[in-house]
């Protein structure tokens, strides 16, 4: 079983919709979790940064960790066709540096 | 804030030739920084991590000797691929450990090609 679990899609919506973007740990000593985009050919950008538990909310964004089911969503609102991308979940335990990635959702909002 | 940059963005070479690619950050100091490759439609996959003043600390099943990282300063780490061959085409990208919260900004990555 992978640490990290992230179904790779694509994902198809129509623009406007809420997407909702997950992935599930088996580590229980994970306690950051992060949300990049990735749009092809370039490097990832932190869209959401979450310690512990709890939502945390930024502009379309919100961030949700469930610990207790191991579980972490993304929900994107009012989609718009520039979000299409590879949304990648990232995660962490305290005194380590090093990331767990999830392998990737692709997104596309059709226009 | 917190900009990474690569250069160079995509690099051609012939097999055996080596190849460098050098990461910055380019409006904070990084004491920690990552190299990762990426293959098609995958996820990111760490290579090493570099710390600014010692050596690098490779993850398992990457060559050392092959992969030579250098952190000489706050502010740049380099990559050079040795004597490249076909199998080492991919995607690098690194990212530096952000100055103020526990989490890496990424570099836009290095396409490299080897014929």
């Known amino acids: 079983q992978k640490e990290v679990e992230q179904d790779p899609g694509p994902l198809s919506v129509p623009e406007g919709a809420i997407v909702s973007l997950n992935c599930t740990y088996s580590?229980?000593?994970?306690?950051?979790f992060m949300w990049y985009r990735q749009y092809s050919r370039k490097g990832p950008e932190l869209l959401m940064y979450t310690y512990s538990s709890g939502n945390k909310e930024d502009g379309r964004f919100t961030a949700q960790v469930d610990k207790s089911s191991k579980y972490i969503s993304l929900f994107i609102r009012d989609s718009q066709p520039s979000d299409s991308a590879t949304y990648l979940c990232a995660m962490k335990a305290s005194g380590t540096y090093k990331y767990i990635f999830g392998t990737g959702t692709r997104l596309k909002v059709l226009a | 804030g917190a900009v990474v940059s690569q250069h160079p963005s995509r690099v051609i070479c012939k097999s055996g030739t080596s190849v460098k690619i050098e990461c910055r950050s380019l409006?904070?100091?990084?004491?920690?920084m990552f190299w990762y490759r990426q293959f098609p439609k995958k996820s990111l996959m760490l290579m090493a991590t570099?710390?600014?003043?010692?050596?690098?600390?490779?993850e398992q099943g990457v060559e050392k000797d092959k992969f030579l990282i250098n952190h000489a300063s706050l502010t740049l780490s380099t990559l050079t691929v040795t004597s490249a061959h076909p199998e080492d085409s991919s995607f690098y990208i690194c990212s530096a450990r952000g100055p103020l919260e526990d989490t890496q900004y990424f570099g836009p990555g290095t396409r490299l090609t080897v014929l």
């Open positions: 580590n229980s000593a994970f306690q950051y």
């Open positions: 570099s710390n600014e003043g010692s050596k690098a600390t490779y």
């Open positions: 409006d904070f100091q990084a004491t920690t």
